[in-house]
Every structure is written in structure tokens, then in C-alpha cells.
């Protein structure tokens, strides 16, 4: 199993921009990757995937404003994101898929003025 640690959350204004980081302890190329998010009171969502061959995937709701992007010989998954909203502020997770998911311990994302 794959050991996952998000970084790069924080408080930031309405408009603004942050960028995440999710570093694996090991070789990455095999897996899908991706971010999620979760509210408090609410479930867990998708955010953004990146297949093995570097396909991408948005939710409806952050097109045009987040880019995910993977760097295999790093081992790090970055998330961009830009045109922040309120309404973005969650925990973020990054999650590693193959045969079974892995789970980072997540990243607070505050969006507020």
C-alpha cells in the first residue's frame, strides 16, 4: 500500500489561488490518482482524477479553475487551484488507485474574506 501526505492547504480570499501537493512513498506511475474533497456535514467528493497515461477528469464545479497534474518522477500529484470560491473550502485528500484505494490524512482548505 502506498502511503499518501497532502500539503499546501491554508486560509486564503475569495479569488485566490493555492496549490497542493500530495507526495507518495513510493513509485506512482501504476496508479490512478486523484483529489477529493469533503465539508463538514457532507460526503466526500470527487474532485479531480488522473489516469496513468495522464487523462483527466473534473467535477462539474471546479472546470476551468483547478488543474490536476502528476509528476511520476517525484512521486507528487499537485492540485492548481485557481479562482477560489468559498463554497471550495473543504479538507482535500489525495487518493492513489490500483486494485484497493489509499487515502492521504487530508489538507484544510479555507476559502474566506
Known amino acids: 500500500q502506498v502511503q499518501l501526505v497532502e500539503s499546501g492547504g491554508g486560509l486564503v480570499q475569495p479569488g485566490g489561488s493555492l496549490r497542493l501537493s500530495c507526495a507518495a512513498s513510493?513509485?506512482?506511475?501504476?496508479?490512478?490518482m486523484g483529489w477529493y474533497r469533503q465539508a463538514p456535514g457532507k460526503q466526500r467528493d470527487l474532485v479531480a482524477t488522473?489516469?496513468?497515461?495522464?487523462?483527466?477528469n473534473y467535477a462539474d464545479s471546479v472546470k476551468g479553475r483547478f488543474t490536476i497534474s502528476r509528476d511520476n518522477a517525484k512521486n507528487t500529484v499537485y492540485l492548481e487551484m485557481n479562482s477560489l470560491k468559498p463554497e471550495d473550502s473543504a479538507v482535500y485528500y489525495c487518493?492513489?488507485?490500483?486494485?484497493?484505494?489509499?487515502w492521504g490524512q487530508g489538507t484544510q482548505v479555507t476559502v474566506s474574506s
Open positions: 488522473i489516469t496513468r497515461g495522464g487523462d483527466t
Open positions: 513510493k513509485d506512482i506511475s501504476i496508479y490512478m
Open positions: 487518493n492513489a488507485r490500483r486494485i484497493s484505494s489509499s
